[in-house]
């Protein structure tokens, strides 16, 4: 509710300090003027001093002057209850009570017209609901009052926004709206917790010496990320192998065309990533001294070293030569084309086992137990389950990516809750993967909203994009299209880009932590901008840092941000109050 503000002496020479209001003349103290304090006061004037407007209020035995606040609208003749919000030994402010208004008389007649109780509970939920701009007939407020007493530990003001924004309310989807609000909505971190705890539910299951249970668990998932739900590819022309620090800033040839996120790539070039994808195969297939010798290790730059002994148990399963000659190839080159062959072969040999023969449940207890598999499984998964920048130039990526993404959940929450039950916290990973999509998927059906997991250079980033919306119109009254995208970087920290584009025009403002990350994005700006001039464009940019006021995601404030209404208006008092 509006404040007024800056209460000074007018007339019997009053004076404000120390929270009090005293008469110079009696030196009598009239009026305690605490915080928290309610006082009442007749409004004789509002005058127009300099653009400001001031009120001249009769609290009793003194008079006040009183700037008003930005929309605070007061008449003369009016007596009115205040309370006051702040004092301190120059300046004292305070608000009309809503008990004042012609709003709160309203109020109470809609909650005796619904049937309701008249509390405090039920006046903060009409006031709410008028401020969103929600309708208080009768049937609204036994709906919200319903709401209320089914989610009796939600707030009043959580159901009010979430009934405004359109979205269902119910247990997953507070539970969610909720996450959101605090920030903590990234599906990269149930991701990131399923791709981790998978091999620790696979172990506890061969430490209780249930291995039926530990060897179905991965068979569920050979079938979800080697089968047919693996299969919607992303539909890019460029190279899908993530972006090394040093392609992300220069760019590649074959994506000229394409729109990049190379400038948020790593700032530090390693000498590790100069070494060219043909270097790295050679040195892995000569066998070069840097390759660690155990099992399932990581060998040059990182890759991974598959031995003879989990090469011999593929073939004994029946993978194909092809695919084992290409495997340490691709591995080497960073490619994931053999990887994601090898998994549909062993999905097939899943799929076709006898698992009541010992010898075939000896072989997938052998694969499963490999680090190498678990090494693989990690990359297969985070491949299926990330974007590269690459792939976010094309709709179509992400479509496919949220189709694919949506059906593994499931899938593995329905093994997981077989085999762990629905309590473990890989179950419980899933749900809110689960969830989460979705919860997205419902804001899609009102917002232009996505979150872009990304994959990239040493890293995972998780991106927010909003469009704008304008009477749910992705389209502004000028014709411009306005977007934020919000990205999350370890070494970069949080950085928000806001993008407005009119005809061929294009502004760009960027919000980044430090200096640092100012300086790398304004030395690589220019790439953009070449990019954007060959299509046509023209760009405008600006580069700042967060300031001490933003939030820690605009992308998300902006998306589930509720339009409210000040009750107290110019015509909102009732002057016989």
Known sequence: MSNISGVSSSGNNILVTEGQVSDLQSKAVSVELKNGAMLSGKVLSVTDLEGEKIASIDIGNATISAKLSEGMGLKEGQTLMFAVRGASADSVSITPLFENTSIYQSTLRALEAAGLEVNNESLQMVKDMMEAGLPIDKSSLLEMSKNLNTFSDTSIQTL????????????????????????????????????????????????????????????????????????????????????????????????????????????????ESRQSAADRALALLQGQSDTPKENGEKGLNGQLRLSNDFLDNLQNLNISDKTLQSLAKDLALGNTDASKTLFKELANAFESADLSNPVELASFKKLFSSEEFKGLLKENITDQWLLRPGDVEKKENIDNLYQRLGAQAKGLLDAISDTLGPQSKLAQSANNLSNNLDFMNQLNQMFQYVQLPLQMAGQNANGDLYVYRNKNKKMSEDGSVSAILHLDMDNLGPIDVYVKMKDMKVTTNFYVADDSVLDLINDNIHILNDRLEKRGYSLSVNLMLHGDESGENDAVDELLSVSRTPLLTTNSFDARA
């Open 160 to 271: 009010v926004e979430m009934k405004s924004l359109n979205i269902p309310i119910n247990e997953n989807n507070i539970e969610q709206y909720t996450s959101y609000k605090n920030y903590e909505h990234q599906v990269t971190n149930e991701m990131s917790s399923i791709i981790d705890e998978l091999p620790k539910a696979f172990d506890l299951l061969m430490e209780r010496g249930n291995t039926s249970a530990a060897v179905n668990l991965y068979g569920n998932v050979l079938k979800l990320f080697g089968g047919e739900l693996s299969s919607e590819g992303l539909q890019n022309d460029v190279n899908t192998t993530p972006l090394s620090p040093e392609k992300a800033v220069e760019g590649s040839a074959e994506n000229e065309e394409g729109p990049s996120l190379g400038l948020l790539g790593e700032k530090e070039i390693t000498a």
